[in-house]
């Protein structure tokens, strides 16, 4: 009876723990999202254990850019996302994105329509033929940068460079 008591207890304690927990985090993730965010207390959203609140933190537009370039370095592709798609991204951080050793964070830093020109030139470089064809598929694209895509030895990444300069003309005529 003692040992079924002492399980008991313990599995309540346990449940306790991870309820509170849990309403810290959640706490933490509506302040992260919050439009009252305060710079005081973002450092210790910065490195929250949750993903979800680092992802809250990176989506929210109020954060300011060097924090953005912080969150650019989590070890979480989640929130390096979010930043890419924060439209309060600076150049700076849009560089650090487009190094990224994750295909998956530069693919979507390749497609966001608010990614500078300069950012999707240096991506035109890539390695992955996947990531060039982001780029040559990019409204955003500059003109020099689809006719240097022309060059690519990739055959898909030629046509769809060749279909955005023929998009340019004809925006121009």
Do not use: C, W
Not at 22 to 47: F, G, H, M
Not at 59 to 74: I, P, T, Y
């Amino acid at each position: 009876m003692l040992v079924k008591t002492i399980i008991i207890l313990t599995a309540t304690f346990s449940i306790g723990n991870f309820a509170s927990a849990a309403e810290v985090s959640d706490k933490d993730y509506r302040l992260a999202r919050s439009a009252k965010l305060q710079a005081e207390q973002i450092p210790a959203l910065l490195t929250h254990p949750s993903v979800d609140v680092r992802e809250a933190l990176a989506q929210n537009r109020r954060v300011k850019s060097e924090n953005l370039f912080l969150l650019a370095s989590d070890t979480s592709q989640r929130v390096k996302i979010a930043v890419a798609t924060n439209l309060s991204t600076d150049l700076k951080t849009f560089k650090k994105l487009a190094r990224d050793k994750d295909i998956s964070v530069k693919s979507v830093v390749a497609r966001f329509e608010f990614v500078p020109a300069e950012i999707l030139a240096l991506l035109s470089t890539d390695r992955s033929a996947e990531i060039r064809l982001e780029v040559a598929r990019n409204l955003n694209t500059s003109k020099s940068t689809l006719k240097g895509l022309l060059n690519d030895s990739d055959p898909d990444v030629k046509a769809v460079a060749s279909q955005g300069l023929q998009r340019l003309a004809e925006e121009q005529n």
